[in-house]
């Protein structure tokens, strides 16, 4: 019986990896931490012992999500900022002694921690959300958008005379190398420098179009 | 554009200049909500901002637990959901993989 049912079908392997393939990346978005749109909040705990924890809020059921429970982040620590990266992970910011920063990313299924391996010479202070495109991390400051390389923590400012702004919607999204901002968002600079290699130079090829809601990198 | 300013949200544009929507001083964090209102971080506060709407709406208060929040970012709306789109296609590529000979 099982014989004459094998030999009545016939396995296509492409779209049995398509399936599978498909199959796991509903799978991931399914055991997401947080929803899209969620707000993600760095928080810390005074009480009662002092914890950093990060948490998802709904913003339409004011729900409560904990994403780093049971791996609640040191309270020596200051979280500084958040992003994402390409995968939907969380990035976290924190300062670090020795005037440093280093980089946490949060797993967005299981909450697990990795820290980075280099830390921020010079630290930063970021005055809005990260966004990290491959192997560079940028962090807005209040004068300049740096650009973290995150293989050896060198932090470049990419931005020549620039005006001062929050922004408040930076995020990375696929694909690489492209970020975009949210409706109307939050982003001037005069002069964006171009990677080549190890070295930032002026260049017309980057673009931080103002108003079409979307900067590219190089 | 939008900008956390020091008197609040700010939409910049550059051939009019400035316009205030919203006031909110001392805050320090802001993201862009799925529809279209905001959400800003003033201490321990975490509160919904429409510019249409002078009441903000509370999110989030940290202050009665000792709660504080440092930064706010808004996942992105294009992590990938299961939508019934993309059960059909997996229920169609299985087919395709596995089809029965006539």
């Known amino acids: ?218 | 554009m939008i900008l956390l300013g020091g008197v609040g949200i700010v939409e910049l544009d550059p051939s009019l200049g400035p316009t205030v929507l919203a006031s909110t001083p001392s805050s320090t964090g802001l993201g862009l909500l799925a529809d279209g209102t905001f959400a800003v971080l003033t201490g321990s506060l975490v509160e919904r901002v429409d510019p249409a709407n002078p009441m903000p709406e509370t999110l989030f208060d940290g202050s009665p637990d000792g709660v504080t929040t440092s930064a706010l970012v808004v996942a992105p709306d294009t992590v990938p959901e299961p939508e019934g789109a993309q059960l059909a296609a997996l229920l169609a590529l299985l087919a395709l993989a596995v089809r029965r000979r006539s």
């Open chain 1, 1 to 218: 019986m099982g014989r004459s049912r094998r030999s009545l079908t016939r396995v296509r392997p492409l779209a049995l990896v398509a399936a599978i393939a498909l199959a796991a990346s509903i799978a991931r978005a399914d055991g997401l931490l947080y929803r899209p749109g969620d707000v993600i909040l760095l928080q810390h705990l005074a009480r009662p012992s002092p914890v950093n924890r990060i948490v998802a809020l709904n913003p339409a059921t004011l729900a409560m999500t904990p994403i780093s429970a049971g791996q609640d982040l040191s309270s020596d620590e200051v979280l500084l900022s958040g992003g994402f990266d390409e995968n939907g992970d969380i990035l976290v910011l924190i300062s670090a002694p020795n005037n440093t920063s280093s980089l946490v990313r949060v797993d967005a299924q299981t909450g697990t921690q990795t820290t980075m391996p280099t830390t921020i010479a010079g630290g930063c202070n970021p005055s809005g959300p990260l966004a990290r495109l491959g192997d560079l991390l940028y962090v807005p400051t209040a004068t300049d958008l740096l650009a973290v390389d995150l293989a050896t923590g060198d932090a470049t400012p990419i931005t020549q005379g620039g005006f001062l702004v929050t922004i408040s919607a930076l995020r990375s999204q696929t694909p690489r190398h492209r970020c975009c901002l949210e409706p109307s968002k939050a982003i001037s600079f005069a002069s964006p420098l171009r990677r080549n290699g190890s070295h930032w130079s002026p260049s017309s090829e980057v673009r931080f179009q103002q108003r079409s809601q979307e900067i590219r990198f190089p």
